[in-house]
């Protein structure tokens, strides 16, 4: 697939900041930059802006009418899928895990502001009743479009295609070749993306992916299909990187908060003042801080952390209490 076939609508106000963050680096003895991606602007902002883009785009070309969509009852992906629907003047369903929670905190007040459809769909909240509500959404008349959990598809991932190349044009303004980009990685379209848009912007840092969360039932494995979608993006497959994907942190579990995020969270936003999420970012910036700790990540390397968003799930009760 081609990026520059592909239809774009225009979501993210980017490019995006690549932020020095120099006193927290002088700690760690590595050159540190924050790629601001929890800045693309649509609804507060994070990496799903991106994806959405090429899938709006396509739903628009396709001439439909709905966008439907799937995850957890706190999922960015669909808050930012919502705020898309209404950009576009597309109504949006969502298909939510769980059951529907007694006050509305979060992502989720931000969905029902948005003025999105909700279906709480108990222990399904990775797209497993999709296609059911799309079934019945037809049979009503309506031209849904599907979008997969996590916008993770080639046409969501051509999103860090483009990521890549603004990202290029930002390593060759500020004059920084880095040794590594570090970021959440959850569906996996994200990584995807990156594989491919560092090949075509002849970007040649370690891609590195830190796993958020772990899905028992997945029919592929997620470094297969981080392959699969990158390998649909890349002129030649022969030049797929090996994929650096991390399996080391997600352990406790998909959004539980445990001392290396509130640990990680507390110490980037009193050095640098920049916000993490406590599900995705802070799992993955505490993961990075252990691989400096450990020796995985030497020091003096140049890392740009990506940051993927999620700040609005600061705004709910979470088990352990992060801020003190
Ligand atoms: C979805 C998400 C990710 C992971 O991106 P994938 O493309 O699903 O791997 C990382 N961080 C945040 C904040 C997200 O919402």
């Not at 908060?257 to 640990?263: G, K, S, Y």
Request: aromatic share 6%; net charge negative; proline share 5%.
């Amino acid at each position: 697939m081609r990026i520059d076939d592909r239809p774009r609508f225009r979501l993210s106000l980017g490019p995006t900041p690549l932020e020095a963050a120099p006193r927290l680096g002088a700690e760690l003895g590595v050159e540190l930059w924050i790629k601001r991606d929890d800045l693309t602007g649509l609804a507060m902002g994070g990496n799903k802006t991106r994806k959405l883009e090429y899938l709006v785009g396509d739903a628009l070309e396709r001439g439909a009418d709905t966008l439907i969509t799937a995850g957890a009852a706190q999922s960015n992906h669909c808050r930012q899928s919502a705020a898309a629907a209404a950009k576009a003047q597309l109504t949006c369903h969502l298909a939510l895990g769980g059951q529907p929670p007694a006050k509305s905190e979060g992502n989720l007040l931000i969905d029902e502001i948005l003025g999105a459809h909700l279906h709480w769909c108990g222990p399904h909240r990775k797209g497993e009743t999709i296609e059911p509500i799309a079934d019945e959404l037809r049979a009503a008349g309506a031209r849904p479009y599907v979008i997969p959990y996590g916008g993770s598809n080639p046409i969501g991932a051509l999103g860090f295609v483009a990521a890549m190349e603004e990202f290029s044009i930002q390593c060759h303004n500020t004059g920084v070749e880095f040794d590594r980009i570090i970021f959440a990685s959850s569906s996996g379209g994200t990584h995807a993306g990156m594989i491919a848009g560092a090949d075509r912007s002849r970007i040649g840092a370690t891609l590195t992916g830190i796993r958020i969360d772990k899905d028992p039932g997945a029919a592929l494995d997620l470094r297969d299909e981080i392959a699969s979608i990158a390998t649909e993006l890349m002129d030649d497959a022969a030049s797929m990187p090996p994929i650096d994907l991390v399996e080391s942190f997600h352990g406790p579990g998909y959004a539980v908060v445990t001392d290396l995020e509130r640990d990680a969270l507390l110490r980037l936003a009193r050095t640098e003042g920049v916000l993490l999420d406590p599900v995705y970012t802070a799992r993955a910036f505490g993961g990075m801080l252990a691989m400096i700790e450990d020796g995985r990540i030497r020091r003096g390397e140049r890392i740009a952390f990506w940051h993927t968003g999620g700040g609005p799930a600061l705004f709910v009760d979470h088990d352990s209490r992060i801020g003190s």
